[in-house]
C-alpha cells in the first residue's frame, strides 16, 4: 500500500480532491483531510489535556470534540469528523478515519468505524516520520490530504488528482520547511565552532529525527538506543547530537509559541 499526501493551500481545494479521488474508486476509509479548525475554546472545554501529559501523540492528542459535521463543514465529502487538539499546532479538524490512525488518536475517534481498510494501512506503516512537515503545514493555516492506495499501479493517477487540484508535495514541503529554518540553524551551529556546510545532512537527519512523535521531549542520552537502531552510523556523530538537541528545542517552541497565541 502506498501513503500518497498532498498539502493545498485551499480548503476548497483540499475537498475537491477528496471528492476527486472518491471518484476515481478511492475508498473513503483510506482518505483524510485534516485542516485548522475548531476554536480553542470547543477543544479545551472539551479535550483533557495538561502541561504534564507525555508529548508522545498517543497521549497528547485529546479526545473527539465533534461528531456529525454540517454541510458548510464538508459534510458532502462523506467521511465521519472530528476535531483534536495537536500539540504545538492547536485544535484541528480531522475528516476520515485514516486520521486516526495518523495521528495516533487511537480511542480519541471511538465514533469511527476504522475498519480492515485502516488496518491495512497501519500494518504496512503510515508515514508518521513526516508528521511534523503535516503539522507545520497546519499551523500555516493550510490543509492537509492522505490517500493510502492499495492498488500501486494507480498510485501515478492519485499524484495526479493531487497535483491538478493545487497540491505541494511533502517533499517540496519538506524542503521548503527547512529552507525558513535554515539560516538560523546554521549560525545556531557556527556560532559553536561547526562547518554547517559539511555537516549539514548529519545534523539535519538529527533535528528532524527529534521531530518524531516516539521522541519529542526525549533527550539524546534517553533515546540514544532507538536512534542508534534506526539511524545506524549516523546517531554517534556529533552534528546528528547538535541537530537532535535543537530539533527538541524547536519542537518546544512551537508548544510554547502556540500555547501563547490560544492564550492572548
Same mark, same amino acid.
Given at each position: 500500500? /502506498? @501513503?500518497?499526501?498532498?498539502?493545498?493551500?485551499?480548503?476548497?481545494?483540499?475537498?475537491?480532491?477528496?471528492?476527486?479521488?472518491?471518484?476515481?474508486?478511492? +475508498?473513503?476509509?483510506?482518505?483524510?483531510?485534516?485542516?485548522?479548525?475548531?476554536?480553542?475554546?470547543?477543544? #479545551?472545554?472539551?479535550?483533557?489535556?495538561?502541561?504534564?501529559?507525555? %508529548?508522545?501523540?498517543? #497521549?497528547?492528542?485529546?479526545? *473527539?470534540?465533534?461528531?456529525?459535521? =454540517?454541510?458548510?463543514? =464538508?459534510?458532502?465529502?462523506?467521511?465521519?469528523?472530528?476535531?483534536?487538539?495537536? %500539540?504545538?499546532?492547536?485544535?484541528?479538524?480531522?475528516?476520515?478515519?485514516? =486520521?486516526?490512525?495518523?495521528?495516533?488518536?487511537?480511542?480519541?475517534?471511538?465514533?469511527?468505524?476504522?475498519?480492515?481498510?485502516? !488496518? &491495512?494501512?497501519?500494518?504496512?506503516?503510515?508515514?508518521? +516520520?513526516?508528521?511534523?512537515?503535516? #503539522?507545520?503545514?497546519?499551523?500555516?493555516?493550510? &490543509?492537509?490530504?492522505?490517500?493510502?492506495?492499495?492498488?500501486?499501479?494507480?498510485?501515478?493517477?492519485?499524484? @495526479?488528482?493531487?497535483? +491538478?487540484?493545487? *497540491? !505541494?508535495?511533502? /517533499?517540496?514541503?519538506? !524542503?521548503?520547511?527547512?529552507?525558513?529554518?535554515?539560516?538560523?540553524?546554521?549560525?545556531?551551529?557556527?556560532?559553536?565552532?561547526?562547518?554547517?556546510?559539511?555537516?549539514?545532512?548529519?545534523?539535519?537527519?538529527?533535528?528532524?529525527?527529534?521531530?518524531?512523535?516516539?521522541?519529542?521531549?526525549?533527550?539524546? +542520552?534517553?533515546?540514544?538506543?532507538?536512534?542508534? !537502531?534506526?539511524?545506524?552510523?549516523?546517531?554517534?556523530?556529533?552534528?546528528?547530537? &547538535?541537530?537532535?538537541? $535543537?530539533?527538541?528545542?524547536?519542537? $518546544?517552541?512551537?508548544?510554547?509559541?502556540?500555547?501563547?497565541? &490560544?492564550?492572548?
Amino acid at each position: 500500500m /502506498d @501513503t500518497v499526501v498532498g498539502i493545498f493551500q485551499s480548503q476548497s481545494d483540499a475537498e475537491s480532491a477528496i471528492l476527486e479521488l472518491q471518484r476515481i474508486g478511492i +475508498d473513503q476509509n483510506h482518505l483524510t483531510l485534516l485542516r485548522p479548525g475548531t476554536s480553542d475554546e470547543q477543544v #479545551e472545554s472539551s479535550v483533557p489535556t495538561s502541561d504534564t501529559e507525555s %508529548p508522545g501523540m498517543g #497521549e497528547a492528542l485529546g479526545g *473527539a470534540v465533534g461528531g456529525a459535521i =454540517g454541510a458548510a463543514s =464538508g459534510a458532502t465529502l462523506g467521511l465521519a469528523a472530528a476535531s483534536l487538539l495537536l %500539540p504545538g499546532v492547536g485544535p484541528i479538524f480531522v475528516a476520515g478515519a485514516l =486520521g486516526a490512525a495518523l495521528l495516533g488518536a487511537g480511542g480519541a475517534m471511538a465514533g469511527i468505524q476504522a475498519g480492515d481498510a485502516v !488496518e &491495512s494501512a497501519l500494518a504496512n506503516g503510515l508515514p508518521h +516520520d513526516e508528521l511534523f512537515v503535516y #503539522e507545520d503545514a497546519l499551523r500555516q493555516g493550510r &490543509s492537509v490530504v492522505v490517500a493510502a492506495v492499495e492498488d500501486d499501479q494507480i498510485t501515478p493517477r492519485v499524484r @495526479t488528482v493531487l497535483s +491538478d487540484a493545487g *497540491a !505541494e508535495s511533502v /517533499d517540496a514541503a519538506r !524542503e521548503n520547511w527547512w529552507l525558513g529554518l535554515r539560516d538560523d540553524e546554521q549560525a545556531e551551529y557556527e556560532r559553536s565552532g561547526g562547518n554547517f556546510r559539511q555537516d549539514e545532512t548529519s545534523y539535519r537527519r538529527g533535528f528532524e529525527a527529534a521531530l518524531h512523535s516516539n521522541m519529542r521531549g526525549r533527550s539524546f +542520552d534517553d533515546a540514544a538506543n532507538e536512534l542508534r !537502531e534506526k539511524h545506524q552510523g549516523t546517531s554517534a556523530e556529533k552534528p546528528f547530537r &547538535s541537530g537532535y538537541e $535543537r530539533g527538541q528545542d524547536y519542537e $518546544r517552541r512551537c508548544r510554547l509559541e502556540k500555547r501563547k497565541a &490560544s492564550n492572548a
